[in-house]
């Protein structure tokens, strides 16, 4: 008997221990996570105060009429300025031109055909100075005219090797670290955070994954057709054919986020024109909604361009004054890079 | 002393007794799942051997050559005959022809225009055989031209009184058990479930959350623009444009789930000829993938129709012979509705 009790008194005491420990582990967690505070590349401002507070307010309280229900947090972002640099030149353009050479090698009567003859001179200039109509040929023949599985194995290829002419780094590395906290904060939150970007809806949908933790169907972009069809074996597969379905650029913007997710957005961020009606459309929704505006005033660590610098429109999407003003008036909130994002990309210090 | 030793032996004896609480729900919780077997409305039979065996091999053991991962999982539905009733006609089309009066009262020049005056005569027989074209007509003329918020509306307020006229029953309860509890199962395993509909992806998505468990943006069917413009007081709105973007229909499913989801899917359900190149190609992409049909061979319980029952083609898509001898040479699996499901509907005991 008294070997049985102390045998009990000995599983009493295991348990009380391994659910001291276990409590221990939950306590412990939750430290941790509170001492990783959100958005640590953001300096102290308003631009951060306002996505603190906006997830605040969503997030926090079942019974406030501001709460937010998890299915329909949905918060969307544009690309090229927006998570990741557009200067010089769209990179999906970049690889575009680049992909010319073995284009022309395909199909060698091209090869004295403008724009592609002055593509293929290699004047970078020159290529700056392509008009919208020549632009979009190469677009079209750089873009259409193979099967998804081969498009998408080709843009992998490129993204691999080739790098940005300042930084001499890969495109994929030059994503804004403060946007990438941004991303996770959110999605932390019960976000589901999608890409509205004018960019090509495939090109983008090969790298979001794995540099934004954006799965492929939460990509939103210009869209084009595919045909489905047979190889000889039989095997079925889909070629991406000339064919604009939707242009998910400004009125496009909203009418893309409709055709793809179906519902309004609670917070959008954007920095060019391209964005302002995606902006007005989700801060148009009934309740809080979160618009915000990344403002390129940084020439030292990125660049500058728009109406803070007072700086002509460039080639790339510009924010202008009179979206400024239109931000200022809706209540849209500016992010300054130079004042509000401690760095700029993951690699610095 | 004693009063603190007796005090620190209740706060132990406390803590087990907690301990002992929060085990017995853990275990107690277990042994419940384990209790409620899946698709307890499927007989043991060849179709839900095939689903269990697809499952089990796709997610059981992560060294598997076989196995998926959790973000790959991706399962698409027809709707129409695959996850409710589209006997005698699409739902959808009974909303078109319903709406017609109320159209009519906007646009009293209509009236006396066909097809709107056969719809008008409330003659069913005589709207069952109309042709596709004036059947288009009557679709574009009702599914478009109105906001997408009245659009939702309106649907949604039909759908709150519309009957079936067989079972006296709103439509969106003549789903199939069976199917609910195979979407509830893959979801359970970590699977995305998609609706692929030849329907209108708006007016399928107005219910599909509530009926199905299945958000807006996992409904893909057939596609309209919308226009973004604003009301006079300059509030943003999207109008739906009678201008189709994709008929997701046979070679258009596929052409859908890359446009809206841009993987391929693992596991696809279908019941028609409309569904041919979705499971096509489901079963193209390597490793382990699903494609099941289900064939209406229950005139009893619901419909027969098909080749089992040698009936003709009828209005609706119909699952023919030459599909169901591609489905014996693909190895997709056959759903018996006679033979596989032990009941229909929710509603049967």
Known sequence: MPKR???????LMKLIFSTVAMLTLVVGGAASAKAQEPLPSWNDGPAKQAILAFVKEVTDNKSNPKYVA??????????????WVEHPMYTQVMYCLERVPSLVE??????????????????????AKLPMKDLEKILAATLTGMSVDQFSAEVKEWLATAKHPRWDRLYTELTYQPM??????????GFKTYIVTGGG????????????????????????????GYEKDGKPFLTKEPKLLLNDNNAGKPEGIHLMIGRRPYAAFGNSPGDRQMLEYTKAGDGPRLAMLVLHD???????????????????GTFTQALYDEATKNGWTVISMKNDWKRIFAFEN
């Open 5 to 11: 009790k102390s045998n009990m008194k000995t599983q």
């Open 180 to 189: 990438q906290e941004v991303l996770q904060y959110l999605r932390a939150n």
């Open 298 to 316: 940084d020439a030292k660590r990125e660049y500058a361009y728009g109406p803070a610098q007072g700086l002509p429109d460039t080639k790339v």
């Open 70 to 83: 998890p299915e329909d947090r949905i918060a969307t972002f544009d690309q090229d300025g927006t998570l």
């Open 106 to 127: 395909k199909k060698p009567e091209l090869k004295n055909i403008e724009p592609f003859k002055s593509v293929l001179s290699g004047n970078r200039e020159a290529m």
């Open 201 to 228: 809806q495939d090109f983008v949908r090969v790298y979001a994954e794995r540099v934004y933790g954006i799965p492929p169907e939460q990509v939103v972009g210009t869209m084009g057709g595919t045909k489905y």
